[in-house]
């Protein structure tokens, strides 16, 4: 009866856990939406998963919407970060969808961690009077390369359509002579979200 109990308890603190994970906050300024991002990448078989030569992929989005009876999406924004090792260099690489091209070189797993989990400040507001609220979800797959040159050139923005959101990222490559990414199955995989107070513009 206690071991259930513990179970039980254990199983109703997870989501807060995960939550913890992810957060999103108007800032005092503008208003404008800050994603801060915990710990997600303390997982071993991640740091495995990237030594072994597997990336990891970030999507991040973020929604504003107006809160009232019936809540109205407003804006929204969204950006991918790409974590591979190289094993020739020994190092970590972080390529930034927003930058395009690399975002940072990183001796250990650990420094590049702290890179990563990190605040982020993102070009999405609010425009007129009202009360709002953000809404944010960070998805954490670790993928397959099966081709580095066309990995390089999504990063160089010639896959746009599928970056800007007109179309799926496996989508655009699925039209290709191969896919360059690959869900692997039994790898580490999580989605978080996140939702701030609700604030008002006057």
């Given amino acids: 009866m206690l071991k259930t109990a513990l179970l039980l308890a254990l199983l109703l603190a997870a989501p807060a856990a995960a939550q913890s994970q992810l957060s999103v906050t108007p800032s005092e300024t503008d208003r404008r939406a800050v994603v801060s991002v915990g710990p997600v990448l303390s997982e071993a078989a991640l740091a495995e998963a990237l030594r072994s030569g597997l990336p990891v992929r970030m999507h991040f989005r973020t929604e504003l919407w107006r809160d009232e009876l019936l809540d109205d999406l407003v804006d929204d924004v969204d950006f991918i970060i790409v974590l591979r090792y190289e094993p020739l260099e020994r190092r970590y ?8 091209g690399a975002a940072g070189f990183f001796s250990s797993y650990e420094r590049m961690r702290s890179a990563v989990e990190a605040r982020y400040a993102l070009d999405i ?16 797959e670790t993928l397959a390369l099966s081709d580095l040159d066309e990995l390089q050139g999504w990063l160089r923005g010639e896959l746009s359509p599928a970056v800007s959101g007109e179309g799926s990222l496996l989508g655009a490559l699925g039209n290709g002579a191969k896919r360059v990414f690959i869900r692997v199955l039994g790898l580490p995989a999580r989605r978080l979200e996140a939702r701030s107070a609700p604030f008002r513009i006057r």
């Fill in 93 to 100: 690489e972080v390529y930034d969808q927003r930058r395009q």
């Fill in 125 to 140: 507001r609010p425009r007129s009077r009202g009360r709002y609220y953000y809404l944010s979800t960070l998805e954490v």
